[in-house]
């Protein structure tokens, strides 16, 4: 008799590093992301078995999900195994989550095959290890919009504490992801050591205030918050035609635009479908004529992150 268990799950995109937000805030995307086939195995430890897609490590330790799923069976000491599929769709190094939805997918399809034992803060500790494989550093921006759902803020990595915070009804994100590629550690490099008091104060109450416009349905506030004093101006370097697209978007009605994680992916907010199509197509024709190319995606804010689909 075969006792095998699987469950089938979307691993959603995330967009992190929200203007103002940077390493702090996160929001989760409903049309972009990753599928995900996990299932039992009489054979202890995790092994993964199939990747379509992209070219990525089957070796458990070379590859995010396989990291993050290690370091949850090491903690749970489970008297199985695990097998996992992975379905790429997310480009690695889009800016869009791509490690995160693996490192992610993997902890919480095991956790939902051992009955949940764990919660959605323990899983992201244990996503974050994968994560690190990635970006070379522990961090939760990405993860936790993915396994929290809506916008996340990660008040503190050190113990790790998440808020989940109330996302508008009508608030809808457009991306451009320009086909090349921006190294998180190189995006890293470029970023100041030391910023000004007079900085580091319109980037603290750009925050605050992007936080309750989130709380009250604020899109006037939502749009006056939308700004990066500080790392913006920085990376928007390494992207191509970044300035055209933020003048192109904020024209069409955009309540802001900015780097997606450490780009080259770029994200916009809008109030309503409408709008965030209209910006769309307002990015898609900066790029049309340029020699790049790119994806475009329209999404509204995902509130569930991972789930459990049917194959």
């Known amino acids: 008799m075969n006792s095998t268990k699987e469950v089938y799950i979307f691993s959603p995109g995330t967009v992190s590093n929200v203007s103002c937000g940077f390493d702090v805030l996160g929001f989760c995307l409903e049309t972009v992301g990753d ?33 993050s799923a290690q370091a949850l069976i090491d903690d749970l000491k489970p008297d199985v195994g695990f097998e996992i599929e992975i379905y ?24 939902e095959l051992m009955g ?38 990660v008040k503190s990595l050190s113990p790790l504490e998440i808020l989940k915070l109330p996302v508008p009804d009508e608030l809808y994100a457009t991306i451009i992801h320009p086909q090349i590629e921006i190294k998180t550690a190189e995006a890293r ?39 990066d004093a500080i790392v913006e101006p920085h990376r928007s370097q390494l992207i191509p035609h970044f300035n055209e697209i933020k003048k192109a978007t904020l024209e069409c ?3 802001g635009t900015g780097i997606s994680g450490s780009g080259p ?23 049309e004529n340029k ?20 194959s």
């Open 35 to 67: 599928k995900m086939v996990v299932r039992t195995s009489p054979q202890k430890g995790i092994r993964i078995t199939k990747i379509e897609g992209f070219d990525l490590p089957f070796e458990t330790d070379k590859n995010v999900a396989g990291v």
């Open 291 to 310: 020699s790049i190319d790119f994806e475009t995606y329209v999404s509204k804010v995902n509130p569930e992150g991972i789930k459990v689909i049917n």
């Open 116 to 153: 949940k034992p764990y919660d959605k803060t323990q899983l992201t500790q244990f996503a974050m290890k994968g994560e690190a494989v990635a970006s070379q550093s522990e961090h939760a921006d990405n993860l936790a919009p993915a396994i929290f759902g809506g916008f996340t803020l």
């Open 253 to 255: 009605g955009a309540l």
């Open 189 to 227: 490099a470029i970023l100041p050591k030391m910023v000004s008091m007079q900085q580091g104060i319109l980037q603290w109450s750009n925050v605050g205030s992007l936080v309750h416009a989130l709380h009250t349905e604020d899109y006037e506030l939502l749009k006056r918050s939308l700004h």
């Open 265 to 287: 992916s770029i994200f916009t907010l809008s109030k309503g479908e409408s709008t965030a199509k209209a910006v769309e197509q307002a990015m898609r024709k900066v790029y």
């Open 88 to 111: 790429k769709h997310i480009k690695p190094g889009s800016g869009i989550g791509s490690s995160a939805a693996s490192a992610a997918g993997s902890v919480f399809a095991i956790n």
